[in-house]
């Protein structure tokens, strides 16, 4: 037996291995498209002012080579491989997801959300120690709208970013993670065609040529992440083992010495020598690191052991032999590189893409919407097998359009270098302080570890961010224009569904009225169940009141339904439905509420009906005593509601009627409760005890549900109390009634039989 379970054991350990160096392989295709493209323009971009003059002993292209090796060792290597990737929220990444695990920690969410008792996968730590800064978050409201705007600050750079990134590469390369890198790729990769023709041809086919390839990448996104990252795995190999050879050629071949560059000396040698011109060179050495952020966005595509398999052993060697003999030629032909034939494209005229900044600008804006930070947008899940890989055609569209704009706006590599620089430092500095906050929040080791990571690498990023904010005349102002847009648009839909929020809190109805009322709540109850739809989890919306004073009647059982996305990946299913009771039995009115997490897909409408009331009945069946749930109600949002694990399975006629099971049940088994028709019919567990009291609303809930379910939502027409400032007028009654008429509707609104819905408008004076 123990070398049985010996072989097992490693069957296992060699199957996961296979698996990891699979996930490994893919990675390749998705993740590393920018960064591994980053030397056709970094050495250009750095030398691009003019202002360094080069000498015999080449100490500044060794100076370059040494700042590039440092940087890509430092930030991307020991910062985001090693450090940053371990702080997973269960398995997904990016700043925002940084944010949803402080705020899910420390309870620092400025709405509140439906998941705060969900803890992580695997957490059965000890109550975190308290202590200055987890206090001072958890009780000033300004520190928690400090860190969202600085959340949304980093995420807004990251769609920034994805205007700026698909025009560089996509030329002949697949799509980028975000518009602006991909812009500046494509950019690059046809100005490699200026080597093969005359200036005059050349400007009249790098404008054309660009916009159309950058038309071809978007329109490759609708078919999904796995089936174009598939496609680009083997591109991006192929990329990294020609310019792994052609870098071994260019250092054997020109200059065997140029492995002295990599002592940190020749940093110093280059700053001291080049002084302003050294520093303003920073803002191109930064782009050697592009892609270092979205390798870490994308980190729910795939695994920590996976991605980390993939930089360490094949492409940072990869690079290093790249940036080593680009050095090395660059160093035997000064006056080449006056002509600006700097490179890549006398060395090897090949471009591969960066599909990691579409993608991660999708899962990122996705994080956004389910968290009410960004209007709701057309989400389209791209496989059944990995809920992150999504499609936005919306986001794809508009980064498009974005993208065009841009290249025909500059149409010059170098003001587009200078744009992604600023927004790619920008969100690494976001990325440091909000892990700094992590570390100690989060993984509760001492402050001293945080203060070291947040003053190592924020030092480092400071000068680099310098650097590329001095040069917002020559380009820089790009991403702070855009991001400074999706920022607005963020904080406005952000403030406005907060105000929302309150208006309803304030003006909900006391259920204390509502009982008062008598079992038939002073109406006429007419056969059916209603499906009250609010975003309370306590209290009677006043979309309700509002509706029985102008219509007295309404459904025999009433259920108060409020659908949260809450601020985890997942939610398990048997963690999904939350049920209480308002008011006595006979008055029938139940409160569910429904939780999502940020990845997980929200069923249809006729999957989501059964499932529903399934879960009623189990709550009838079980009795609130026999439910392990927040009954206290003390130490918990969910006032008198029990966590319904698994639902009470019922048959319908669309069920074999000649099944040897169906048929048996419906002539011998005694615990069916059915209506009268035996349209539906609940079974019970074995040896099920249950009372005339329970069979009878049963009986009732199943008569409701034969007799149909109508979807009751509400329309909140939103309007600026008179006598407010004009900032908060026009966020409200411009700003954000634009952004509600023009986004989509609630996720489950889409799943909602339109002949069964009744939509209720009311206006709402915020």
Known sequence: MDAESGRGAAGARKKSWRSELVLAY???????????????????????????????????????????????????????????LRADDDGEGGTFALYSLICRRVGAGLLPGAGDDLKEQGDGAAPPPASSVRTALQQRRELQWLLLLFALLGTSMVIGDGVLTPAVSGRTSPPSLSCNRSMFIVLSAVSGLKLSMVDEQHQYVLLPVTCVILVGLFALQHYGTHRVGFLFAPIICLWLLCISIIGVYNIIYWNPHVYKALSPYYMYRFLQKTQYGG???????????????????????????????AFTMVVYPSLILAYMGQAAYISRHHSFEKNHHIGFYVSVPAVVGSQAVITGTFSVIKQCCSLNCFPRVKIVHTSSTVHGQIYIPEINWILMLLCLALTIGFRDTKHMANAQGLAVITVMIVTTCLMSLVIILCWNKNIIFSLALLLFFGAIEAIYFSASLVKFHEGAWVPIILSFIFLMVMCVWHYGTAKKYE???????????????????????????????????????????????????????????????????HVQPEERFLVGRIGLKQYRLYRVVVRYGYRDVQQDSLEFEKDLVSSIAEFIRSGDSDLNGYLDGSD?????????????????????????????????????????????????????????????????????????????????????????????????????????????????AANVPHVSTLEVGMVCQV
């Open 26 to 84: 893919q990675s390749l295709g998705v993740v590393y498209g920018q960064v591994v493209t980053s030397p056709l323009y970094v050495y250009k971009s750095a030398f691009a002012g003019g202002d360094i003059e080069h000498s015999e002993g080449n100490e500044e292209i060794y100076g370059v080579l040494s700042l590039v090796f440092w940087t890509l060792t430092l930030i991307t290597l020991l910062k985001y491989v090693l450090v940053v």
């Open 503 to 569: 208006f309803d809190v304030d003006n909900k109805v006391s259920i204390s009225w509502l009982l008062n009322l008598g079992p038939s709540l002073g109406i006429v109850r007419v056969r059916g169940i209603g499906l009250i739809h609010t975003d309370l989890i306590s209290g009677i919306p006043a979309i309700f009141s509002h509706f029985v004073t102008n219509l007295p009647a309404f459904h025999q059982v009433l259920v108060f339904l409020c659908i949260k996305s809450v601020s985890v990946p």
């Open 636 to 748: 918990s949002p969910y006032e008198k509601l029990s966590v319904i694990s698994k639902g009470l399975q019922f048959q319908e006629d669309g069920e074999p009627e000649g099944s040897p099971e169906s048929s048996t049940r419906k002539e011998t088994d005694p615990k069916l409760v059915s209506s009268k028709s035996r349209r539906l019919r609940f079974v019970l567990p074995e040896n099920a005890q249950m009372n005339s009291e329970v069979r009878s609303e049963l009986q009732e809930l199943t008569e409701a549900r034969e007799a149909g379910m109508s979807f009751i939502m509400g329309r909140s027409y939103m309007k600026a109390k008179s006598g407010s400032s004009l900032i908060k007028r026009i966020a409200i009654n411009f700003i954000y009634e634009f952004l509600m008429r023009n986004s989509r509707g609630p996720a489950y």
């Open 279 to 309: 520093w303003m060179s920073l803002g191109g050495i930064l782009l050697c690191v592009t892609g270092s952020e979205a390798m870490y966005a994308d980190l729910g595509h795939f695994s920590q052991s996976s991605i980390k398999l």
